[in-house]
């Protein structure tokens, strides 16, 4: 990091100094204030050549791990050697953390080869990278392999369903076949010939010729059905579902109250469900492009999807959690994930955000879930059933809900097959802990949230109310080792609920909103405006004990905004090249950078 204005110069040859770093310099520029970033391997040294200069050296394993920093001053021609200790000081034991989307070369928009995508999900402390490539199934294990990094990263294949129009699913794991086009990927197309399977009259299929996308559910159920034969079941994913130009809710204009959509399908190319073109207005109130309720709730329905992208984009949390919080209340389990989305090497982190799953003890190793299938089918099974939190930094160790069944006290946890019936004497236990450069000093706990759904064209950006809230302050504990000193931070409690009289969910989540300016996570998160959170998934009650999950029904959000667009998002936070907003730059070179982002975001497929 640089100790005031970096030196760095961006050019592939003929600089006085050379960058140690290998990536594409346009698509994948430093982050602001950062003068290099490379990554070791086997405790082996490696040169870094760099400007004379004054900097703060970090180096980092990622979020469950210490980080050591210097401060270094290189004069010309002079050398500084750095040696670094790391330990595990907030270790997720019996979890297996992932990341279930990401890119590497074998997507058209991203250059990263896939030997540096291994090497940068290793270094970042992952066990588990889930690849999902644009219309392309890519296998990591051989440059796993080909790294000597078994024990340190594991994979499974998936695919990023990349429609042109209506949405972006991922679906993982699926089958590898080396001799079909793209591996083996699904494709969300069929032949114009589909008039049969609609009884459209022969006569009239040219009028039908240009629908050939597969309706969502036709995409979802195909995909459950390329499930590798070792599995006893896939996962298909909504991936950033409010990303404007590039999510499906906002594509098929979800109310997510009614589950109804506006839009009319023959724009997607899609064979209109009621049998005429037509948006909304015309075709009597819905479009019918999204799923039926009861499919969703149908946990066995290959038509339904069973997880949905909290934590993509940071600055797009609030908007899908109360579209997650909304499917909650109608009584439908999704399991909410973590994902980075990254397609670079270094602008955009690789597993931040992070989905952790729960496998136990003993079995939350790469190479124990490459080695043992039921180990592999229990991460599957179990991210299915929501036994997970989403996470930039902060721990979960425990969260559960306690309470009176009949004489004695029982606890639930995570997960929709963990759902029980109690009835009285409520409490909420919650342990949770980070590195000590990871802050948080905020708990909300959300109870049957309801005023969360979105209508049609207009979904929520604020935060949900919370049932309970509260500034908290984690207690710093640490271990010295052969003179090196590692600290962590924890805070757990215990707090009484008076819940609603019915089946209700509880979500809680840990983040820092007092004391985090700037970013304390930067640079191993490179975005300055990112904070540590953490974001557990349900807990249910079946309060009236009858077998079934039936909160009260969402209502709409009071607060429904016009729908952002994307590129508003990439202004606050997650642009290609950071710009304050309002300023205008009157240097030559800040123009050409400012239209080259333009150019890149008019290019990017998210």
């Not at 699926?174 to 459209?200: F, H, M, N, T, V």
């Not at 950071?578 to 890149?600: C, Q, Y």
């Amino acid at each position: 990091i640089c100790q005031g204005e970096c030196p760095k110069k961006i050019c592939i040859k003929g600089c006085e100094i050379l960058s140690t770093s290998f990536r594409d310099y346009v698509y994948d520029p430093l982050p602001d204030g950062v003068q290099e970033v490379v990554f070791l391997k086997d405790l082996k040294p490696e040169e870094i050549y760099i400007s004379p200069g004054s900097y703060k050296i970090v180096v980092s394993r990622g979020m469950e791990y210490s980080r050591y920093e210097t401060d270094v001053n290189i004069g010309p021609g002079e050398e500084t050697r750095i040696k670094a200790y790391l330990h595990k000081v907030a270790n997720a034991d019996g979890w297996l953390s992932a990341d279930t989307h990401v890119h590497a070369v074998n997507s058209p928009d991203s250059p990263v080869s896939l030997i540096d995508r291994v090497i940068t999900f290793a270094g970042e402390g992952v066990d588990v990278i889930i690849s999902t490539d644009h219309d392309w199934l890519t296998d990591y294990e051989p440059a796993i392999a080909l790294l000597g990094l078994k024990d340190f990263l594991s994979s499974l294949v998936g695919q990023e369903i990349t429609t042109f129009s209506y949405g972006h699913f991922n679906a993982y794991p699926l089958k590898l076949d080396k001799k079909a086009p793209s591996d083996g990927a699904l494709d969300w197309a069929e032949k114009y010939d589909r008039y049969q399977k609609y009884g459209i009259k022969e006569s009239e299929k040219e009028k039908f010729r240009f629908l050939r996308s597969l309706h969502p559910k036709e995409i979802f159920k195909n995909a459950h059905l390329m499930k590798p034969e070792n599995f006893q079941r896939n996962i298909v994913q909504v991936n950033h579902p409010r990303s404007g130009g590039m999510g499906y809710f906002d594509y098929v204009l979800l109310d997510t109250f009614g589950l109804t959509t506006a839009i009319d399908p023959c724009i997607h190319r899609i064979f209109p469900p009621a049998g005429t073109c037509g948006g909304a207005d015309k075709v009597g109130g819905d479009t019918g492009l999204f799923i039926p309720l009861q499919t969703l709730k149908d946990m066995a329905n290959l038509e339904r999807f069973d997880a949905i992208e909290v934590y993509n984009s940071y600055y797009e949390i609030p908007i899908v959690i109360n579209d997650w919080f909304t499917f909650l209340n109608h009584g439908v389990h999704i399991t909410g994930v973590g994902v980075s989305d990254t397609h670079q090497k270094i602008q955009v982190h690789p597993g931040i955000g992070r989905t952790f799953v729960w496998v136990g003890k003993g079995n939350d190793s790469p190479s124990k879930f490459r080695e043992d299938i039921a180990v592999k089918n229990t991460f599957i099974n179990n991210l299915a059933d929501g036994k997970v939190f989403i996470s930039n930094g902060i721990i979960l160790e425990e969260f559960k809900l306690c309470g009176a069944r009949g004489n004695a006290e029982e606890c639930a946890e995570m997960g929709w097959s963990n759902m029980k019936n109690l009835t009285s004497n409520f409490k909420l236990k919650i342990r949770v802990k980070s590195a000590d450069w990871v802050k948080f000093d905020t708990l909300k706990i959300f109870i049957n949230t309801r005023e969360t759904a979105a209508r049609s064209k207009q979904p929520v950006k604020k935060w949900p109310t919370p049932s309970y809230a509260t500034s908290i302050t984690p207690i710093r504990q640490e271990i010295e080792i052969q003179g090196n000193r590692f600290g962590w931070m924890v805070f757990e409690t215990e707090i009484p609920l008076t819940p609603p009289a019915e089946d209700f969910w509880v979500v809680a989540v840990v983040s820092c909103e007092n004391s985090c300016e700037p970013n304390p996570m930067f640079p191993v998160v490179v975005d300055k405006k990112v904070k540590p959170i953490l974001i557990t998934n349900p807990i249910y009650i079946d309060q009236n004990g009858d077998g079934r999950f039936t909160p009260s029904p969402p209502t709409y959000a009071k607060e429904s905004p016009q729908a952002p667009h994307y590129e508003n998002h990439q202004e606050e936070g997650k642009a290609i090249n950071s710009k304050s907003k309002g300023r205008k730059s009157d240097s030559n070179n800040e123009e050409r950078k400012m239209l080259l982002e333009k150019i890149i975001k008019s290019l990017h497929i998210h």
